[in-house]
């Protein structure tokens, strides 16, 4: 089964200031590659995600995630974060019918 | 469409008490699985089922079952609550384009606690 691992579990920036999350996986065969945001006290919602092409995606909201074959990543970036990015962040691998997630970020954009 | 819908939004129960979580979805989609959410531990799967009839375990199983006797719903079963089992739990669906599964879409939680 396929893992996803997450760093720096707690990012506090400013307002304007870029962001850039890290999202590694480990498996062997074939992944579609998504991130997903969690407003407080809401469900999942999809910001981008790859299956396949162009390793640039982009995403709602001004997010774009790159995924990078050889090092098993798809790392999330967004130029310049409002306050209204204050979320959690989770990296998720779907591979062999099994969409698995990662241990999440949690963003705070301080006004 | 409704999308995924989950019930009941809110639930306590006692230990040791049986309770089942309902999950529907009205788009005709094949992957259903649901995932409890803990905090610092991110979604962790517990059952998925690729279709009517066929299941398969997640990543943390142990303490519920899952059928799938149609396609629009999957119901997860607590058979005997544990405080362990405390969490919010998330159902989710997917379909399948051209053989490339896509995005999963979410129901809205159901956050349970065993006392």
């Known amino acids: 089964a396929q893992s996803v691992s997450q760093h720096n579990h707690h990012v506090i920036l400013s307002e304007a200031a870029s962001l850039e999350l890290g999202c590694n996986y480990s498996y062997g065969g074939t992944v579609n590659l998504f991130w997903y945001v969690q407003y407080p006290g809401q469900h999942l919602q999809l910001l981008l995600k790859?299956?396949?092409?162009?390793?640039l995606v982009k995403g709602i909201k001004g997010f774009e995630a790159e995924f990078i074959k050889s090092k098993f990543s798809f790392n999330l970036r967004k130029p310049s974060v409002q306050w209204s990015d204050t979320a959690e962040y989770f990296c998720?691998?779907?591979?062999?019918?099994?969409?698995?997630f990662g241990k999440g970020n949690q963003v705070v954009v301080i006004p | 469409n409704a999308g995924v819908t989950q019930t009941p939004k809110f639930q306590v129960l006692k230990t040791g008490q049986s309770m089942t979580l309902q999950c529907a979805q009205d788009?005709?989609?094949?992957?259903m699985s649901w995932y409890r959410q803990d905090p610092g531990m991110g979604l962790r799967l517990i059952h998925y089922s690729v279709g009517a009839g066929i299941t398969d375990q997640g990543e943390v199983p142990n303490g519920y079952n899952v059928s799938r006797s149609t396609t629009e719903d999957f119901p997860l079963r607590l058979l005997s609550a544990a405080p362990s089992q405390t969490s919010v739990y998330f159902c989710?669906?997917?379909?399948?384009?051209?053989?490339?599964?896509?995005?999963?879409?979410f129901g809205q939680g159901t956050r349970l606690t065993v006392v």
């Open positions: 788009m005709n989609h094949e992957y």
């Open positions: 989710a669906s997917s379909y399948s384009t051209k053989g490339v599964n896509t995005e999963a879409f």
């Open positions: 790859y299956f396949s092409g162009d390793p």
């Open positions: 998720a691998v779907k591979g062999n019918n099994r969409l698995a």
